[in-house]
Nanobody
């Protein structure tokens, strides 16, 4: 059973930076991993994804400000966030993909972490 545990969330002022991490365990085949976020009262949205081979995908919220990376020796996927804005506030979830499907689609992911809160104050 694949398990994901997020960490590194917290509070930061607008313009600041934050790194959140996703520890992925329980897999036999290295999965594609995505980051999603959900703001209060809004739907969960795609942020970024990294494939097992290192391919990168970014959603509109992340383009130009966030980077995703993975360290397979540590079984960890990182989301580095720069120039944060209050609109980036929300719970950030990492997820491991199931069999197939678009990396930007929530339905493509079979396993989810519990989420980590990111709060950006103005």
């Amino acid at each position: 059973q694949v398990q994901l545990v997020e960490s590194g969330g917290g509070s930061v002022q607008a313009g600041g930076s934050l790194q959140i991490r996703c520890l992925v365990s329980g897999y036999t085949v290295r999965p594609d991993v995505g980051w999603f976020r959900q703001a209060p009262g809004k739907e969960r949205e795609f942020v970024a994804a990294i494939t097992a081979s290192g391919g990168l995908w970014y959603g509109d919220p992340a383009k130009g400000r966030f980077t995703i990376a993975r360290d397979d020796a540590k079984r960890t996927v990182y989301l580095n966030m720069f120039r944060l804005e209050p609109e980036d506030t929300g719970v950030y979830y990492c997820a491991a993909q199931g069999d197939s499907g678009s990396l930007t689609s929530i339905g493509s992911y079979a396993y989810w972490g519990q989420g980590t809160q990111v709060t950006v104050s103005s």
